[in-house]
């Protein structure tokens, strides 16, 4: 099979209008990848699948993922005379400029051959924000096998894949309303406090036991559950 | 962007219950169509996911036009078990056990997924007795997989519980030998990036090759109960069919791709671990219908006894590890890895990203049982709601993994 | 022969006294002399604790040992409880056999009230019990308890089969000691102590609501 970097350039002379970028994988793998923009997602990926010496029929996996926006500090250092220095030594003094750079989300789909048994090719697309514009083509119209995955990344991620047949969410109930498996989701509290060697939950426990101060008064007003009989009787006598 | 007629792209895509804004464009009966022809009216049944056939917590909702299934949607989550999110806050090695519970069946053969991976984001290398130990692991896996699924599939047609029974027994066997080797009777967390836990002993080594050499008797009496039975033939045959060109479109992997008699095996394809020094074949189905899929896992668990046999003659003295992998304080470079191979079940992928911290920044499973699903609706289309179960039976799911 | 000292002058009539009130070595005794003696409550429960019927409900990993439970090695039938029955209605048994949902809890809760009394739950597994390996996942329910009572639990992941039958044991041991009236009557048979459970619903980032406090409250924590 070609290397990315032919693929890359023949798929730039069939699609000139296209942005194709190589995404390079510093491991050990070394499994490049092919960044391609929306607007040409389903033209390039149905390319890949009929041209003939490639004939990508096979799509195996579909992934996503969530890249928060992320602060970068630049340190700039400059190197000044030190004024109070007693033999003219130099200070360096350092300036710290942050910027934010905006996150997005990402689908990656690895795609292989079942007819000439070859692979991965592996396409990536990003969202333009992790906000509003979270649109991207689906490709369950060119390799079905996408249709449970891309709902599945609908469900857990929040990416809206343009025209899958059936978008709704795969694992979590319909009510729901998160995306779980971004990065910054937070989940509902309900730990109660456990002896654990996790610092993490015990930490959260322990917020959780400051906050909830109602459910401490819960507790003194036991359920019939665990409160001694005599109480448990007056309880439901209580009620009518 | 403007929306194609979806038929033009894809003509696998042509389900009968396409929702309504897709149907239009489809060839074939849509829903809407079949509802034209109906006088009487469409009865809905939710099966699942309290369902004794639905092998776990999984729930179909059939629409039905008096026994026959007119639409089938399968409902999933009920054993969404957030295995992904919990694995991203966890180190490398603190996820093998959880691998363990993704395919509760197989867990010798999902912990050595993950550690391939690993292994291939990291660089990390196999030893030549590990490599052959992952091998004798892997396949007495299959054995107990497809045996369970036989019994199982049985169960679905109706047998009540008896080639279950044999199937346990044979079963008890090797996870015995599992529990001796692992400690854990089934959440065995064997393997490890660069090598196996622990060295089995001569005389496991010896109790499982004369389990495998035993193992034929028990396929034999198998199949002279199960596979000529007339009322299995009556009801697999010609059932829930699938064509080669549907199959690999949905991405189906493992024996229900290979009976419909597309030649798609990793072991071969990627040749990973030692396979290719393995003499095997790869039995390949005919018809792609339920029948074809059960005696791919019969024909398989032969073909697995011999690669044992192989690997009993051949396997190498030496160490078990790598002696450079590091477990504690594991630190992958930045990259990613998407490694594969061939579960009993199908294609089992795990897609790493690292970020150079201890934990994987995004750690993804590609479970096969939930893909080999997209063509559930397709198989069951115009079959009894009796069949769709033996449908599902045949197609070999573990909710562990369907959900994750 | 004088008829009048043939005349037995009839005892004073004591009560027979309850089987309850014979000292257990005297019942020994009887039955060792082919006398059985019993009362309603022990043969009630005595029958009821041998033919456990439980409902066939899988949730997890942990289902496949209850299967294998199931299966000739380990065969639950000796117990009188191998009588899986797929309908709640039929069931006198709910086994939790695996990781509870969020997703999944509604329902076990809905089984639950469709089984008549007496019922009783095991827990099985660590997941059953608290969310086990998975308690962090946004989407697991630390605890069956949570919403509905729970009989017995056992540890375990998964537990081995044996613990299963170790737990069915005890469960028999609780039914034979069970009272069927009196101040410490069973719980099946008291009218103020619900045997149907309000069924959570599923709300937009979690259930609602999230326990039962009527039965489970968190636990205290420690007072330092
Ligand atoms: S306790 Fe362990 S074996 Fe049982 S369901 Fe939970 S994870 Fe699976």
Redesign the pocket.
């Known amino acids: 099979m070609e290397t990315v970097e032919q693929l890359r350039d023949r798929l730039l002379a069939r699609f000139p209008a296209a942005k194709i970028e190589l995404v390079t994988n510093p491991s050990a793998a070394a499994e490049h990848s092919l960044l391609i923009d929306a607007a040409h997602g389903r033209d390039i990926a149905l390319f890949l699948r009929d041209d003939p010496t490639l004939r990508l029929d096979y799509c195996s996996n579909v992934t996503g993922i969530d890249w928060p926006d992320k602060e970068i500090t630049d340190i700039t250092k400059t190197t000044v005379a030190d004024p109070a220095g007693a033999s003219g030594a130099t200070k360096v003094v350092e300036q710290k400029t942050t910027r934010i750079q905006p996150g997005y989300l990402e689908a990656v789909y690895h795609l292989y051959s079942m007819a000439l048994k070859h692979g991965p090719v592996i396409l990536r697309l990003r969202t333009a924000n992790r906000s509003d514009a979270v649109t991207l083509p689906s490709f369950t119209p060119v390799w079905r096998s996408c249709d449970f995955q891309e709902r599945e990344i609908y469900d857990l991620y929040g990416i809206i894949f343009e025209c899958h047949p059936d978008l709704r969410r795969l694992l979590m109930w319909y009510e729901f309303k998160d995306h779980p498996m971004r990065k910054d989701y937070v989940e509902p509290d309900d730990y109660e406090w456990e002896p654990t060697a996790h610092g993490a939950i015990l930490e959260k426990a322990k917020a959780n036991r400051l906050t909830s101060a109602p459910i401490a008064g819960d507790a003194a007003t036991p359920g019939p559950g665990s409160a001694p009989p005599a109480t448990k009787s007056s309880n439901t006598e209580a009620k009518p | 962007m403007s929306t194609p007629p979806l038929s033009s792209l894809n003509p696998q895509l042509s389900t009968g219950s396409v929702p309504f804004p897709f149907a239009a464009a489809l060839p074939g009966p849509s829903v809407r169509a079949v509802h034209d022809q109906f006088h009487g009216d469409l009865l809905e049944v939710s099966m699942g996911p309290q369902h004794p056939s639905t092998h776990g917590v999984f729930r179909m909702v059939a629409t039905l036009d008096g026994e026959q299934i007119v639409k089938l949607k399968p409902v999933f989550g009920y054993l969404h078990?957030n295995h992904e999110k919990i694995a991203e806050n966890t180190t490398y090695l603190g996820s093998m056990p959880y691998t363990d519970?993704l395919d509760?069946l197989c867990s010798m053969s999902t912990n050595w997924a993950y550690a391939l991976t690993v292994e291939k984001l990291a660089g990390i290398t196999v030893p030549d007795r590990a490599q052959y130990l992952r091998i004798i692991m892997a396949e007495l896996t299959r054995l107990v997989n497809h045996a369970c699924l036989v019994g199982f599939l049985f169960n679905d047609l109706g047998t009540s519980f008896t080639p279950l029974l044999y199937a346990f027994r044979e079963r008890e066997k090797i996870i015995d030998l599992f529990e001796a080797l692992s400690g854990s009777r089934?959440?065995c967390n064997y393997q490890r990036f660069g090598g196996c836990r622990v060295d089995p002993t001569p005389e496991w080594l010896e109790t499982a090759r004369v389990l495998v050499e035993n193992f034929p008797r028990f396929l034999d009496e198998y199949e002279r109960m199960l596979t000529g039975n007339e009322i299995m033939l009556a009801r697999t045959q010609g059932i829930g069919r699938v064509t080669p060109a549907q199959a690999v479109n949905a991405g189906l992997t493992g024996p229900v791709l290979r009976a419909c008699g597309v030649d798609y095996d990793l072991r071969k394809v990627d040749g990973y671990g030692y396979y290719p020094r393995f003499e095997f074949r790869v039995p390949l189905g005919d018809h792609g219908d339920t029948y074809d899929r059960y005696m791919m896992r019969i024909l398989e668990m032969r073909e697995s006894v011999k690669i044992l046999t192989q690997a009993f003659r051949d396997l190498p003295a030496g160490p078990i590890m790598d002696p450079k992998a590091k477990l504690r304080g594991f630190r992958p470079k930045a990259g990613e890895a998407y490694g594969r191979l061939e579960g009993p079940k199908g294609e089992l992928g795990f897609f790493l990203i690292s970020d150079g911290s201890p934990n994987p920044y995004r750690y993804r499973v590609r479970p096969p049982s939930l893909i080999n699903l997209t063509l559930l609706e397709d198989m069951c289309l115009g079959h009894t709601i009796a069949d769709s179960v033996v449908i599902l039976g045949s197609i070999d799911i573990v909710l562990?993994e369907v959900d994750r | 022969m004088e008829m009048s000292d043939a005349t037995p002058t009839p005892a004073a009539y004591t009560p027979f006294p309850a089987a309850g009130n014979i000292p257990d070595a005297d019942r020994e005794d009887l039955r060792r002399h082919g006398v059985l003696m019993t009362s309603m409550e022990e043969l009630y429960n005595w029958g009821r604790s041998n033919s456990i019927w439980p409902l066939q409900f899988g949730?997890?990993?942990?289902?496949i040992?209850m299967i294998a439970a199931a299966t000739a090695r380990f065969d639950i039938a000796r117990f009188g409880a191998e009588i899986f029955r797929p309908s709640p209605r039929q069931a006198d048994l709910m086994i939790v056999?695996?990781?509870v949902t969020k997703k999944m809890a509604p329902l076990v809760v809905r089984l639950w009230n469709q089984m008549p009394e007496p019922k009783y739950c095991i827990a099985?597994?660590?997941?059953?019990i608290s969310g086990?390996?998975?308690k962090q996942g946004y989407n697991v329910l630390k605890g069956i308890d949570r919403f509905i009572p729970v009989d017995i639990y056992i540890p375990?992941?998964?537990?081995r089969p044996e613990a299963l039958l170790n737990g069915l044991v005890q469960l028999q041991k609780k039914i034979k000691g069970e009272k069927l009236s009196g101040p410490d009557a069973a719980r099946f048979t008291r009218a103020d102590v619900p045997s149907e459970f309000p069924i959570p619903e599923y709300g937009a980032h979690d259930l609602e609501p999230t326990k039962n406090p009527a039965v489970w409250t968190p636990p205290a924590p420690p007072s330092a």
Do not use: V
């Open positions: 078990r519970r509760y089934m959440m562990g | 949730l997890a990993c942990c289902a040992e056999s695996g990781t099985m597994g660590a997941c059953a086990g390996p998975f375990g992941c998964p537990p």
